[in-house]
């Protein structure tokens, strides 16, 4: 279980992040939605170890991960591969940095999610949307207790994003793996999570909480419920009292 | 294919330039000693091969072993200076000046201070390869992408291994650019090192033929040291096609290919 308690972080005179808390529970799949320019890149430097904190705690399974780095499994908004690197050497890096890869394991998640004839390419041989799995392998391979995932489908395409979403979902819902899903798309958050929590514009806290109601597995029907129109109207309306003067600068 | 037609019409221009001087020595009468016609050369370097070709030996194994002790030392202070702040503001400016003092110059100090044999041969061609290597290693670190490095960040290598597993790799191309200029300067490098006093070398044979007033044989010298570095420069080209991996779109960025 992931726990962020009451965190604060400000850049000079800058206050990004105040009194910020809330939780991820083991299997569960958290999004967070807020205002561009809220600070949700920064939470993420902060659970990652790359920035400390001036206030609070943050704990991964009652442990202190503050400036700890590694302890999280990350996809960051590029797939970040590197080039020189066959796909299976790219998903072994994580767990290189630490021991001698697995690359049995590697190569058994590649086919289980139908990446198996590309195990010997090279990232510029892939589609966007194909490195975008790869990067996401990596991170499941890393085998950490938490996924934090920084708007991994933003840079792509409609269609090729419609097609991640469904395709992360469908392992998800196999494997349960904790998930902390950054994004600024309403509906992206709302077929993906359990849980969606609303940021406040700068200096960001909670301002909202939402339980997604949606059964598991979840089917692309649920798009043209009323209940998801329904939602999307009240998220959508929470984001534009955010909105305000955060364009300012 | 069209790569192909491009080489070819650059073949088609020199011979074509080279017929524009037999055409100006055979109309002009020039005295064979003033300048000789290509088809002069020609048949010179036929002539004399066997004699130039320890010659022309001497000199590769001069420059070969200049330009590997000239890459290392370029790229052990490269990665020094990449990974050491300190040093780096120290010594960079210093590096950066140094350039201006032309090699040429600082020979007869070598020469004085350690003779006529190998030792000061090697120290001018590794001073000739050293720069263009460590300042294109330095730049092919530097401009690391920053997402990657963001990325390593995150899933939390040391110092040591986002160089050694990202700038490092990321780096081959800009630092195999710096290593085919520096290629081609190892064999001039060489030859003027030859010049200062060498018993054997393309140098000593330009030197013994200019004194002799053989202009033909100075040109079989000048176009041995061009075929030399093109030879030098598409091997390194061949060992980078094989170093550098899966950079299709990427490999480009490597200049003077």
Redesign the interface.
């Known amino acids: 279980m992931l726990s962020i308690q009451n965190i604060a972080k400000s850049f000079d005179a800058l206050q990004v992040l105040e009194d910020l808390s809330f939780e991820v529970r083991d299997g569960e799949f958290v999004a967070i939605i807020g205002p561009s320019g809220s600070g949700k890149s920064t939470l993420?430097?902060l659970i990652?170890?790359?920035a400390s904190i001036d206030k609070g705690a943050i704990l991964l399974n009652e442990g202190d991960i503050q400036q700890k780095?590694?302890?999280?499994g990350?996809m960051?908004?590029?797939p970040?591969l590197?080039?020189?690197?066959?796909v299976l050497e790219n998903v072994t890096?994580?767990e290189?940095?630490q021991r001698k890869p697995n690359t049995e394991r590697a190569k058994i998640w590649l086919k289980k999610v139908g990446l198996e004839s590309f195990i010997h390419a090279?990232?510029?041989?892939l589609s966007g949307g194909m490195q975008q799995r790869v990067s996401f392998i990596r991170a499941m391979v890393?085998d950490k207790p938490i996924l934090c995932l920084d708007e991994p489908f933003s840079a792509l395409d409609e269609f090729t994003r419609l097609e991640m979403q469904a395709w992360l979902l469908s392992i998800w819902e196999e494997y349960r793996k904790s998930i902390l899903f950054v994004t600024h798309s309403i509906e992206e958050a709302l077929f993906l999570a359990d849980r969606i929590l609303i940021l406040t514009k700068r200096p960001a806290s909670i301002k909202k909480e939402m339980i997604v109601p949606f059964a598991r597995p979840r089917q692309e029907e649920i798009r043209h419920s009323t209940t998801f129109t329904a939602l999307k109207q009240q998220l959508f309306t929470y984001l534009q009292e955010e909105k305000g003067d955060v364009y300012a600068d | 294919m069209k790569q192909a037609l491009h080489k070819g019409r650059t073949i088609f221009f020199i011979a074509f330039l080279l017929f524009v001087w037999e055409l100006i020595v055979h109309m002009a009468e020039v005295p064979h000693w003033l300048l000789p016609a290509p088809s002069s050369i020609l048949l010179e370097a036929f002539q004399s091969y066997q004699a130039f070709l320890p010659h022309a030996f001497a000199t590769v194994q001069l420059a070969l072993l200049g330009l590997a002790i000239g890459i290392g030392c370029g790229l052990t202070v490269a990665i020094v200076l990449h990974r050491f702040t300190f040093i780096r503001e120290l010594f960079y400016p210093i590096l950066i000046m140094s350039q201006n003092i032309p090699i040429l110059v600082l020979a007869p100090l070598l020469i004085i201070w350690f003779g006529f044999g190998l030792l000061p041969k090697l120290i001018i061609i590794c001073l000739v390869c050293f720069f263009p290597i460590v300042i294109a290693a330095m730049d092919g670190f530097r401009q690391t992408d920053a997402?990657?490095k963001?990325?390593f960040?995150?899933?939390?290598?040391?110092k040591a291994?986002t160089f050694w597993?990202?700038e490092w790799?990321y780096a081959?191309p800009a630092i195999f650019s710096g290593i085919k200029i520096a290629a081609t300067y190892s064999v001039m490098g060489a030859v003027i090192a030859e010049w200062l006093g060498a018993k054997k070398g393309i140098g000593v044979y330009m030197t013994l033929a200019q004194s002799s007033f053989r202009t033909d044989r100075v040109f079989v010298a000048i176009f041995a040291i061009v075929l030399l570095s093109l030879l030098l420069f598409s091997s390194i080209r061949l060992i980078e096609k094989f170093m550098?991996?899966?950079?299709?779109?990427?490999a480009q960025h490597s200049k003077h290919r």
């Open positions: 993420f430097q990652g170890g790359v780095r590694g302890t999280i990350y960051p908004q590029q970040s590197l080039p020189w690197r066959t890096i994580v290189e940095l090279y990232p510029h041989e890393s | 997402a990657l963001h990325y960040e995150m899933i939390g290598a040391s291994q597993k990202l790799p081959y550098v991996k899966g950079r299709g779109y990427y």
